[in-house]
């Protein structure tokens, strides 16, 4: 019985990894920037992080890329919602399993003396069918790294949704 755990393990391994890779290949969607010249000097570049909410049990991946004309902006976020759990009949265990993931659009930053604010493009909310959310993002650039909080704003929820999120800037190869 701990085999066919350990294959079903694997199998779910391999699968995740392939939606992982699938995922990271799509192009991400043009980004509104605002800011100075001055102040969006210091964003350019390849940026790569994760963001974790404990209240909506979401986390996932961030990329954004900036050129020295912000009209060349792009960046995603790839958004794993909360695991599910499903039981396996042959072993009597529970196996955790990813819920489908969805790559989610950056729609504007603005940076104004190092403090960045934006928003995510509005999105279907993962867990009520017919229901969106919205993101709104805060951060402050400090060197090689971006760190921040995130307000998720839900119908399901009174109370605003909150997570926060790190980005670090790729070395120029």
């Known amino acids: 019985m701990r085999r066919n755990f350990s294959i079903i393990t694997f199998a779910l391994s391999i699968a995740t990894a392939l939606l992982l890779i699938s995922c990271g290949s799509s192009k991400p969607g043009p980004v509104q920037v605002f800011g100075a010249s001055e102040d969006l000097t210091p964003l350019t570049g390849e940026w790569s992080g994760t963001y974790d909410s404990k209240a909506t049990g979401r986390s996932g991946s961030i990329t954004f890329h900036l050129t020295a004309d912000p009209k060349g902006a792009h960046g995603d976020v790839f958004m794993v919602p909360k695991r599910q759990v499903v039981h396996d009949q042959a072993d009597r265990q529970y196996v955790p399993m990813a819920a489908s ?61 909150r997570g926060t999120w790190r980005v670090h800037r790729k070395p120029v190869a």
């Open 101 to 161: 993931a969805n790559v989610l659009s950056i729609e504007f930053v603005r940076i104004a003396s190092g403090e960045i604010t934006g928003k995510i493009a509005t999105y279907p909310d993962p867990e009520v069918a017919g229901a969106t959310l919205e993101t709104h993002f805060t951060g402050h650039l400090g060197g090689e790294w971006i760190e921040g909080t995130f307000v998720t704003y839900s119908v399901r929820s009174v109370a605003p949704l």
